[in-house]
């Protein structure tokens, strides 16, 4: 059987359609042949299937919907750009209020027992307990005192092992993390006083608060134009029993006459 192509006309003859030859793409316009596809394609023609417009549209977000990510405000500004962090931001604060505390003279000041109790206390602050420029005094003699050189952002604990081992290492580098604070030894460090005489000492009976004259009679000595009641010695040196002779032992000018 020879398949054969045919136009059909009405009552009027006029063309019906769709004809089965010359049948045009169907457009806005026009009525004829339709595409379809399944995937959204920019300047397309062809019609969206409804399968297509499900899924498409299953990928994206609700009109009312919460983005979990977006690089732009709803005014189109880049977020990185144009917004802080609430964390920068902290640490600005943080860092202006300390200024500010430096400024105005109102660095604190702490202090512990020691060294062991001060990185007890200092790895269980919150960044905001204390502040740049605050002072940590310690009782203990040996060890230097120190002070807050900065506040970071993250706490890292420091392990204590002892005294020695703190101090070496605010030596070898400059600071020292303890929590969220850095800290760094004083310049003014503690003057080791072994050895040194207390001002409550007195030196025959004269207390060390000021300076001390003493006279030859605090000491028991001759002033220097005293008269010694006893001497071995004249004033050159030589020995008063060896080189001189005394009265008794001079014979008299009577007795050589007689």
Same mark, same amino acid.
């Given at each position: 059987?020879?398949?054969?192509? *045919?136009?059909?006309? =009405?009552?009027?003859?006029?063309?019906?359609? +769709?004809?089965?030859?010359?049948?045009? @793409?169907?457009?806005?316009?026009?009525?004829?042949?339709?595409?379809?596809?399944?995937?959204?394609? /920019?300047?397309?023609?062809?019609?969206?299937?409804?399968?297509?417009?499900?899924?498409?549209? @299953?990928?994206?977000?609700?009109?009312?919907?919460?983005?979990?990510?977006?690089?732009?405000?709803?005014?189109?500004?880049?977020?990185?750009?144009?917004?802080?962090?609430?964390?920068?931001?902290?640490?600005?604060?943080?860092?202006?209020? $300390?200024?500010?505390?430096? !400024?105005?003279? %109102? !660095? %604190?000041?702490?202090?512990?027992?020691?060294? &062991?109790?001060?990185?007890?206390?200092?790895?269980?602050?919150?960044?905001?307990?204390?502040?740049?420029? @605050?002072? *940590?005094?310690?009782?203990?003699?040996?060890? +230097?005192?120190?002070?807050?050189?900065?506040?970071? $952002?993250?706490?890292?604990?420091?392990?204590?092992? &002892?005294?020695?081992?703190?101090? /070496?290492?605010?030596?070898?580098?400059?600071?020292?993390?303890?929590?969220?604070?850095?800290?760094?030894?004083?310049?003014?460090?503690?003057?080791?006083?072994?050895?040194?005489? +207390?001002?409550? %000492?007195?030196?025959?009976?004269? !207390?060390?608060? &000021?300076? *001390?004259?003493?006279?030859?009679?605090?000491?028991?000595?001759?002033?220097?134009?005293?008269?010694?009641?006893?001497?071995?010695?004249?004033?050159?040196?030589?020995?008063?029993?060896?080189?001189?002779?005394?009265?008794?032992?001079?014979?008299?000018?009577?007795?050589? =006459?007689?």
């Amino acid at each position: 059987m020879t398949t054969k192509r *045919i136009k059909l006309k =009405n009552a009027d003859g006029e063309y019906l359609e +769709p004809y089965t030859t010359n049948v045009p @793409d169907a457009s806005s316009s026009v009525k004829g042949l339709v595409q379809t596809e399944t995937t959204p394609t /920019a300047n397309s023609t062809k019609v969206l299937t409804s399968g297509g417009a499900k899924t498409a549209l @299953d990928a994206k977000l609700d009109a009312t919907g919460t983005a979990a990510k977006a690089t732009a405000d709803a005014s189109g500004n880049n977020i990185v750009d144009t917004y802080a962090t609430k964390t920068a931001l902290s640490t600005v604060e943080t860092t202006a209020n $300390s200024a500010k505390s430096i !400024a105005e003279g %109102r !660095a %604190r000041a702490v202090s512990f027992e020691t060294y &062991s109790a001060m990185v007890t206390a200092l790895n269980s602050a919150a960044n905001t307990d204390y502040k740049v420029g @605050d002072n *940590i005094f310690i009782s203990e003699q040996e060890v +230097p005192d120190l002070w807050i050189y900065s506040v970071e $952002s993250t706490s890292s604990d420091y392990t204590y092992t &002892s005294e020695n081992a703190l101090s /070496a290492a605010l030596q070898s580098s400059a600071s020292v993390q303890i929590g969220y604070y850095k800290v760094v030894a004083m310049e003014t460090a503690k003057v080791d006083l072994t050895g040194y005489v +207390p001002t409550a %000492r007195t030196v025959n009976g004269k !207390a060390l608060t &000021s300076n *001390i004259t003493l006279s030859a009679a605090d000491v028991g000595a001759l002033s220097a134009d005293a008269t010694a009641t006893k001497a071995t010695a004249d004033a050159s040196g030589n020995n008063i029993a060896t080189t001189y002779a005394t009265k008794s032992e001079i014979i008299s000018y009577e007795e050589m =006459n007689s």
